[in-house]
C-alpha cells in the first residue's frame, strides 16, 4: 500500500516556475514509478511525466517537454515536478501517481495509486 500527498500548488503568473511535491508512505517506494497528470475543468486526466523507481529514466509529455523536470529523493520517500516557463494553459489539478509495472507508461489505469490533487494556476 502506498498512499501519496501533493503539495506545492498555487497561484503564478505565465513565466514564473512552481515546485510540486508528492510525499510518499511506504517501505518500498523505490520500487514504484512516478507519474505527475493533470486535469483541466472540463477535460479529460492527461499524462504530464513519469520518473522511474530509481529516477534513472524519465519520460514527458511533449506539451511539458524541455520546461518540466521530475525528479525523486527516496530516502525522503518525495517526487518532485520542477515546472517553469509556466503558461496559463498548464493550469489545472496536479496528481501524482505510483505504477509497481517495469515499464513507463502514460496510461492513467495503469496507475495504482493516486494522491488527491493540487492546484495549479498561471495567471496571464
Known amino acids: 500500500q502506498v498512499q501519496l500527498v501533493e503539495s506545492g500548488g498555487g497561484l503564478v503568473q505565465a513565466g514564473g516556475s512552481l515546485r510540486l511535491s508528492c510525499a510518499a508512505s511506504?517501505?518500498?517506494?523505490?520500487?514504484?514509478?512516478v507519474g505527475w497528470f493533470r486535469q483541466a475543468p472540463g477535460k479529460e486526466r492527461d499524462f504530464v511525466g513519469v520518473i522511474s523507481g530509481t529516477g534513472g529514466r524519465t519520460s514527458y509529455a511533449d506539451s511539458v517537454k524541455g520546461r518540466f523536470t521530475i525528479s525523486r529523493d527516496n530516502a525522503k520517500n518525495t517526487v518532485y515536478l520542477q515546472m517553469n516557463s509556466l503558461k496559463p494553459e498548464d493550469t489545472a489539478v496536479y496528481y501524482c501517481a505510483a505504477d509497481s509495472g517495469a515499464l513507463l507508461t502514460t496510461r492513467v489505469s495503469r496507475y495504482d495509486y493516486w494522491g488527491q490533487g493540487t492546484q495549479v494556476t498561471v495567471s496571464s
Open positions: 511506504g517501505r518500498t517506494f523505490s520500487s514504484y514509478a
